[in-house]
């Protein structure tokens, strides 16, 4: 029916008039309660998540506090606690970046061999589509999404390519905005850490046993008393031995002959079985 939408569109309008207005009600005596004063007529508004109607904002004086998960452009990790870049040029961002706009640049060192740092590392902001995939994929935890959204600048080049330099942050801050996954990426380094604490611990241990085993060793070494009576034993069973070896040689003197007899036995065998081959080839 003609002006159907109409009505429903402004249906929708009083929904949010009389939502907002309950909102404020509820409220009272301010909607700012909970908000963070930045001073200067600014601040940071805590909008809840059960939140009706809607709540406008003296933007830019006012802002909202983002969630946790909010994306906008990359930042890279300053490790303070170590002092250097947590990037190491691996260039796993920029392969598995979509809109590849991604440039890193590996270090060298004083004799031209690559080493584990970037050199230089941008980001064009203009082509970055925030999808996080470079955070996510990233070995080193190098590379995490900033909340920064207010980046307007009046020409694309080379305002919105960030360098190395415009894209570092401290570690602190990437803890300050990603409060719970940096706990959670902190944990789990801990426990790493701990793991191979024990299997070092582990290590040592069986190797000082070893160690002490191999000590112990020479304590079990036989007496001289003992060396000496297996000496005897030893020259015993070798006298022994030599004794039915000269037995054996005595024997072996008298074969001769009857190897000879065995042998012409044996030729005679071998003519007279080539005779009857012989024979019946010839029937
Ligand atoms: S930010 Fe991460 S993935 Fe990208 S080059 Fe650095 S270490 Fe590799
Ligand atoms: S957020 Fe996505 S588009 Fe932006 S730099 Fe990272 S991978 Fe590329």
């Not at 440039?103 to 941008?122: C, H, L, M, Q």
């Not at 064009?124 to 990233?138: G, N």
């Not at 611990?201 to 000590?215: D, N, T």
Request: net charge negative; proline share 6%.
């Amino acid at each position: 029916m003609f002006g159907t939408g109409l009505l429903k569109g402004l249906g929708v309008t009083l929904k949010h008039l009389r939502d907002t207005y309950l909102d404020d009600r509820e409220r009272v005596p301010s909607r700012y309660e909970g908000s963070i004063d930045l001073g200067d007529g600014e601040r940071i508004i805590r909008q809840p998540i059960d939140q009706e109607g809607l709540l406008t904002i003296q933007y830019p004086e006012e802002k909202r506090l983002l969630p946790e998960r909010f994306r906008y452009i990359p930042m890279l990790i300053w490790d303070t606690e170590k002092g250097e870049d947590r990037c190491t040029a691996c260039g796993i961002c920029a392969k598995v970046c979509p809109p590849q706009c991604i440039w890193i640049v590996r270090d060298s060192d004083e004799n031209g061999k690559p080493i584990t740092r970037p050199a230089e590392f941008y980001i064009d902001a203009a082509v970055c589509m925030s999808c996080s995939f470079c955070a996510e994929f990233c070995p080193f935890d190098a590379i995490k999404m900033n909340h920064d959204f207010e980046l307007a600048v009046y020409d694309r080049y080379p305002q919105l390519v960030y360098d190395k330099e415009e894209l570092t942050v401290p570690i602190e801050y990437y803890a300050a905005l990603w409060p719970t996954q940096y706990a959670a990426e902190q944990e789990l380094i801990r426990q790493k850490e701990e793991e191979e604490r024990a299997k070092a611990e582990a290590k040592a241990k069986a190797e000082a046993e070893k160690k002490a085993q191999a000590a112990e060793r020479p304590k079990a070494q036989r007496s001289p008393e003992e060396l000496e009576a297996l000496k005897k034993k030893a020259a015993e069973r070798a006298a022994a031995r030599g004794k039915s070896a000269s037995d054996e040689g005595k024997g072996q003197d008298e074969d001769p002959e009857a190897k000879k007899a065995r042998l012409e036995e044996l030729k005679r065998k071998a003519a007279e079985r080539a005779r009857q081959r012989q024979q019946e080839s010839g029937e």
